[in-house]
């Protein structure tokens, strides 16, 4: 009975722990969450107790195991944090690393100054939605009220071209 408490009890207080942390750090209806982390709680208290037990494992390599864990726990916890409290689309990509950086850092623009002399997909639609705007004042401002009426009728679809010409003619 001892035994079976013994390989029993890391990976049940690992999985609890697991459970309550992905509850906390989840949103409401995600449910997935918890029980990944439960899973991966009870796996990892399972593998620190297979090592601890393990008769062919010396001192030295059970200690090396054990600070491996560790180190695996406090990567998984660092990355997940990192990534669980960026701000928006572009900081989350930015902190998954590799492609999803590559292509946030292409799509928009991050002052960190990192990269230098792009410009973002957001960054050029506002550009250029700036030099169309002006572009179209250019050519407002030479028109009467009369035709900005009518081109603004024909724009909106708010009636067809033929009826705007009968109309304002």
């Known amino acids: 009975m001892t035994g079976v408490l013994q390989n029993f009890t890391r990976p049940l207080l690992g999985s609890g722990v697991g459970f309550a942390i992905g509850t906390f750090v989840g949103d409401e209806d995600e449910d997935t969450l918890p029980i990944s982390f439960m899973l991966a709680g ?75 002399n792009i410009i973002g997909a957001e960054q050029a639609s506002d550009a250029m939605a700036g030099y169309f705007y002006r572009r179209v004042g250019e050519v407002v401002s030479n028109s009467s009220l009369h035709e900005q009426r009518a081109a603004f009728r024909i724009v909106r679809e708010l009636d067809t071209e033929e009826n705007v010409i009968k109309q304002f003619n």
């Open 42 to 116: 009870a796996g990892l208290g399972a593998a620190q107790r297979a090592i601890q037990k393990n008769p062919y494992i010396t001192e030295a390599m059970k200690e090396s195991g054990t600070a491996y864990l560790k180190n695996a726990q406090m990567i998984t916890l660092h990355n997940f944090l990192k990534t669980s409290t960026a701000g928006g689309l572009t900081t989350r990509n930015i902190a998954h690393g590799g492609e999803n950086e590559t292509l946030a850092r292409m799509l928009f623009h991050v002052q960190d100054g990192k990269q230098t």
